[in-house]
């Protein structure tokens, strides 16, 4: 279970990265100056491949000399905000609680109570400026920055970037000691790595540990910016936001979360990169915002089974188009719904989370440039990019349709095709079963039991927008590309579908489907 919530009523945090720094400014010692060694002994290499320089004497019998350098930079945060007592049964990891908290009874005017939650952060400027993630601080009314020198100050929430889970703050005064990010040389996977923080309440706790692993995708439904960094270095509740440093005491990463079955270090850490961590705090504190490049549509992965279904050629990589926004930056520029995007400004795209990042990181009114297959033939397609609208906003396009009472399964006919009752999407079918008019294909009346569309959940109000990702209007449009299918020899179909005003897709083996069309919903 991946764990974010830093508050005493919460779950499990994260980590981060942080650079050198002594009182008064950035930290500048010999060892950080060292001059690169044979390949064989650099134990930092550039993203490139190139070696930058050895580990400074004595790494790793002992990490003080780094840690004297750069823990006054590294602060702890402490968060108030009153909650309805009523609320705190929907409060993320509440019910993990190891002791009994009693719960008042639903009242008409609730109760107000404290919530108290920590978490850590940096200084990564003189003049007060501190990062911390955005699950530290969201609704904090309140927000107190303990140093290490047992100071306590008063911050200001300056911007979060809830995408990447970033967040800077501010505190009153000048020459507070900082790190910066190092955005142009990282560990490898093995190498060393330390964390300072606030675990449980214990401010400038130091761990060590190495690089697990590089690219990992914890949570893309509210991260979808950031290739996370693993690391096994001990981190608990009170360790988000905080930093983790390289040998040479530079921020490489934020810490965000990690993994537990329990809600303690099991050692699974998460850390949102120094490069990611870089670009979006010095947006947050130009104008308080981030913003991102953004063309429309909704895509879907390219596995092996999607591959297999479509015909695809082995190997083929990117991501599928499974919706294009009326009058978007991507419609008005030509990309599809079913395209497979191979390929963006000439850079081969590995899956649809690099598609996503790489459109988000393009500047608002760039043109971007997509490699895609369509119909079997390459082409390329320009969009103009338009700036990423709200979360808030986005939800709200893609919210499903409002929830209405479906016929009974066989209360409305349609024509039999392989276990389902089709219909064609018309004003009448339309108004039964609450599909928008942007949506066009056949609606699923009822289904056969027994059959493989039963045993996938197909109910009356599924709609079939494209069979082979070819848009389907009938009935015997949809028997058709079956028949197609079966005649090349092709093992599965793909059909895309839409319930609820909701994009998905199932992959169905022709095999299991009848020969015959003797199958039918009634």
Do not use: C
């Amino acid at each position: 279970m991946i764990k974010r919530k830093e508050f005493i009523v919460g779950a499990a945090v994260g980590l981060a990265l942080a650079t050198a720094a002594t009182a008064g400014g950035l930290i500048d010692w010999p060892a950080a100056h060292a001059q690169p060694s044979g390949p064989a002994d650099a134990l930092l290499v550039r993203t490139q491949g190139q070696p930058v320089f050895a580990p400074p004497p004595g790494a790793p019998m002992s990490f003080a000399d780094i840690v004297d350098a750069v823990s006054p930079a590294v602060v702890s945060i402490d968060v108030r905000q009153s909650v309805d007592t009523n609320s705190l049964r929907d409060i993320p990891g509440f019910g993990d609680l190891p002791f009994d908290f009693p719960i008042p009874e639903e009242e008409a005017e609730p109760e107000q109570r404290e919530q108290l939650g920590s978490g850590s952060g940096f200084f990564i400027s003189s003049d007060g400026y501190i990062v911390t993630n955005n699950h530290v601080v969201a609704n904090a009314e309140e927000i107190t920055v303990r140093l290490t020198d047992e100071r306590e100050l008063t911050a200001t929430l300056v911007g979060t970037d809830p995408e990447t889970d970033l967040a800077v703050l501010r505190v009153e005064g000048q020459n507070f000691p900082f790190v910066r990010f190092e955005t142009e040389a990282r560990p490898r996977v093995g190498d060393w790595v330390l964390a300072i923080g606030n675990p449980l309440g214990l401010g400038g706790t130091v761990t060590a540990g190495v690089v697990s692993a590089y690219g990992r995708q914890i949570d893309q439904s509210t991260t979808p910016y950031v290739d996370y960094m693993q690391i096994d270095a001990p981190i608990n509740r009170g360790n988000s936001g905080g930093p983790t440093f390289d040998i040479h005491g530079r921020v490489i990463g934020v810490n965000s979360a990690i993994y537990s079955p329990n809600g303690f270090s099991v050692g699974i850490g998460f850390a949102i990169p120094a490069d990611v961590a870089d670009r979006v705090t010095r947006s947050l504190i130009a104008g308080g915002a981030v913003q991102r490049g953004y063309v429309g549509i909704s895509i879907g992965p390219v596995t092996e089974e999607v591959r297999e279904a479509l015909g695809l050629p082995a190997g083929t990589d990117g991501a599928r188009v499974t919706s294009v926004n009326v009058g978007g930056p991507a419609e008005s520029g030509g990309l599809q719904f079913g395209d497979i995007v191979t390929g963006v400004n000439g850079e081969d795209i590995v899956d649809a989370n690099d598609l996503t990042r790489r459109v988000g990181a393009v500047a608002v009114g760039e043109t971007i440039r997509f490699d895609v297959l369509r119909n079997g033939r390459t082409d390329h397609v320009s969009v103009r990019a338009a700036a990423r609208p709200s979360a808030a906003d986005i939800r709200a396009l893609n919210a499903p349709n409002e929830e209405i009472d479906l016929p009974e399964a066989g209360s409305v006919s349609g024509q039999p095709a392989f276990g389902l009752s089709l219909r064609p999407l018309d004003g009448e079918t339309r108004t039964q079963f609450g599909v928008a008019d942007r949506v066009s294909g056949l609606v699923v009346t009822d289904v056969t039991r027994g059959t493989i569309f039963a045993r996938r959940g197909f109910e009356p109000g599924v709609v079939i927008t494209r069979v082979d990702n070819r848009p389907v209007r009938t009935v015997e449009d949809f028997e058709r590309v079956i028949g197609d299918l079966r005649r090349s020899g092709r093992p599965s179909v793909l059909l895309d579908l839409s319930y609820r005003g909701q994009p998905t897709l199932q992959i169905i083996e022709l095999d299991d489907l009848p020969m015959a069309d003797s199958v039918s919903g009634g």
